[in-house]
């Protein structure tokens, strides 16, 4: 294959995958305003519940997707490997850990502020891939990522949250920044050698969904509300949001193997973005301040590829397709 074409379609995943995740989040906000979810005995633990969920269905759409395309000898083989070893490590950094804080983080000082400092996630996880990966951005992917994460901080400050524990809530947002940073930075050595994105997404999820329920479902004694959201119709949005998620993460992790972590991260953030623009279709209003910085914020995604001109290939714009070649 040539290899401008793989890191085309490097970028162009990771931009869906930012798209995907956008729809992702406003499904998640859509299913914790639910009835089932927003009773006063059941908001506390509510977020760690539905990421519970949304994660054990995240692996049940890996294993059919597997099961399609006969990847079971892949995760069978990669679990054996080191590299697969180190995916379940990652997992553990960005499910687990980071999703927690982030969830922990939004109880102890709101959405709105936990958006501002864990927006900081990729310039964690470029600044690790440059000294851990040797991976290396020049100067427009920097000014891009200074945008994007920039931009998304400032889109936080659009409430007057009140924080019930400002210093308990800024420690879990920043277990949130080093979980993710150090996520794609483990992934993508794991994935380097000789595990494929799809095997590694399989592992993530599943490595995700057993944690959550062996460890994290008893600490805060959730499997009760689990089973009230299970009896009731919102499991089915659930799922569905789980699949959005599902495809995000394909993307994402496609992107990261494709381009390396750090452009791959710059086009992912882009989903708080693409978060507004979704969020307009179920009934959300948009301020001009907020097209703005979403403009902002994918322009600076766009920039990270350092060629951001390949993206209007997506919409035959500019000039004519070369004649193919053979290879």
């Not at 633990?45 to 054990?56: K, N």
């Not at 102890?108 to 991976?135: C, D, N, Q």
Request: hydrophobic residues 50%; contains cysteine.
């Amino acid at each position: 294959m040539n290899k401008n074409k793989h890191k085309f379609n490097g970028s162009g995943t990771g931009l869906l995958g930012g798209i995907l995740w956008g729809f992702d989040t406003v499904l998640v906000g859509v299913v914790l305003g639910t009835t089932v979810l927003n009773t006063p005995q059941a908001i506390a633990i509510a977020p760690l519940v539905s990421t519970f969920l949304h994660d054990f269905f995240s692996s049940i759409w890996m294993l059919i997707f597997t099961a399609l395309n006969h990847g079971f000898g892949e995760l069978k083989k990669a679990l054996k490997t080191k590299s697969g070893k180190f995916v379940m490590v990652a997992a553990l950094f960005g499910g687990p850990i980071g999703m927690t804080g982030y969830m922990l983080a939004i109880n102890y000082i709101g959405a709105s502020y936990t958006a501002v400092i864990s927006a900081m996630y990729p310039a964690v996880g470029a600044l690790l891939s440059m000294i851990f990966l040797k991976e290396k951005m020049g100067k427009l992917g920097a000014l891009g990522l200074t945008m994007a994460i920039t931009a998304t901080m400032i889109l936080g400050f659009t409430t007057t949250d009140t924080p019930k524990n400002i210093w308990l809530g800024i420690l879990f947002a920043l277990l949130c920044v080093f979980g993710w940073g150090i996520e794609v930075v483990i992934c993508a050595y794991g994935m380097k050698n000789d595990v494929l994105p799809e095997t590694a997404l399989q592992i993530r999820q599943l490595t995700s969904a057993i944690v959550y329920g062996l460890l994290i479902m008893p600490i805060i004694k959730g499997y009760p509300l689990a089973a009230q959201v299970a009896s009731s119709p919102v499991i089915l949005l659930i799922a569905l949001t789980a699949l959005a998620g599902t495809s995000s993460y394909l993307c994402y992790y496609r992107s990261i193997d494709g381009i390396g972590p750090i452009k791959a991260m710059g086009l992912n953030i882009s989903y708080s973005a693409w978060a507004i623009f979704i969020g307009i279709f179920f009934g959300n209003g948009i301020s001009l301040k907020a097209l703005f910085l979403a403009l902002v914020i994918i322009t600076g995604s766009l920039l990270t590829t350092e060629n951001p001109g390949e993206f209007l290939q997506l919409f035959h714009i500019g000039k004519k397709t070369e004649k193919k070649v053979n290879i």
